[in-house]
């Protein structure tokens, strides 16, 4: 079993930055795939990025690419998520998720374990 526990949410004016952070419990993160995916009011959940277990390859969506960054330490079991240029179509919950073995992914149903989520709020 692996627990996810978010942090770094808040409410943010457009063009401004927050970092995501993910603490995970269980001594095989660095076996996990990690990924972040949002949802905002009213909409599905969609990806946002990933990281292989190894931090060699990360994969973004395209409406993030250039302003979000993920990244991982695998020695404080913690996935990270630095997101600047932040805008309001950025507003929703952000999810950290856990995929153990397989490759990185960008369908929510191929990831075994979720978080909670934090509220990221961005203010025109």
């Known amino acids: 079993q692996v627990q996810l526990v978010e942090s770094g949410g808040g409410k943010v004016q457009a063009g401004g930055s927050l970092r995501l952070s993910c603490a995970a419990s269980?001594?095989?993160?660095?076996?996990?795939?990690m990924g972040w995916f949002r949802q905002a009011p009213g909409k599905e959940r969609e990806f946002v990025a990933a990281?292989?277990?190894?931090?060699?390859?990360?994969y973004y969506t395209d409406s993030v690419k250039g302003r979000f960054t993920i990244s991982r330490d695998n020695a404080k079991n913690t996935v990270y998520l630095q997101m600047n240029s932040l805008k309001p179509e950025d507003t929703a919950v952000y999810y950290c998720?856990?995929?153990?073995?397989?490759?990185?992914?960008?369908?929510?149903?191929?990831?075994?374990?979720w978080g909670q989520g934090t509220q990221v709020t961005v203010s025109s």
């Open positions: 990281i292989h277990w190894c931090g060699g390859r990360r």
């Open positions: 269980g001594r095989t993160f660095s076996s996990y795939v």
């Open positions: 998720a856990a995929r153990l073995g397989g490759s990185t992914s960008y369908y929510t149903h191929e990831y075994d374990y």
